[in-house]
């Protein structure tokens, strides 16, 4: 299938003994940086559809997982993607759909992407997370997990 022109961010969490949430991330292969588990769209599928697809190839994450849809939506430049030549000239950003995925007495199995998966609090994730909408999602999801409203 050809690459559709969205992108998907999945954050994995869990809740603690101590009722926090702990959320997974993953340095990546590539650059050695710290992030959710990310992807593109492929052609026919919804954004919902892609995270649950990227959350089984990146993490081995079964796809009936509870999912939180977030209203996050980052820019990202096409120039991040190498395929970004089949959208055309007029397509100078894609969108990136955020949401996290309930992973509860799950094992994440890492794919090739990656070279290390790390749970952890909501701080030190946030502190290692590489761009502010990657953040920003992050503080969503633990708005939402918490049961807070926006400026709860």
Not at 42 to 65: I, N, S
Request: charged letters at 30%; hydrophobic letters at 40%.
């Amino acid at each position: 299938m050809a690459r559709a022109p969205f992108q998907v961010l999945v954050y994995p969490y869990r809740r603690t003994a101590e009722a926090e949430f702990e959320f997974a991330l993953f340095r990546r292969a590539d650059g050695e940086w710290w992030q959710g588990i990310a992807g593109g769209g492929e052609d026919g599928e919804t954004p919902l559809d892609a995270a649950r697809r990227e959350a089984d190839e990146e993490a081995r994450l079964p796809l009936d997982l509870p999912v939180v849809e977030l209203d996050t939506v980052q820019s990202v430049p096409v120039t991040e993607f190498r395929d970004s030549h089949l959208w055309g000239e007029d397509v100078y950003v894609i969108p990136q759909y955020s949401f996290g995925i309930q992973a509860q007495g799950v094992e994440i199995v890492l794919s090739r992407e990656h070279t290390e998966v790390r749970w952890m609090s909501y701080d030190e994730a946030h502190r290692l997370l590489r761009y502010d909408g990657d953040r920003t999602a992050l503080w969503e999801l633990l708005q939402r997990l918490r049961g807070h409203g926006p400026r709860g």
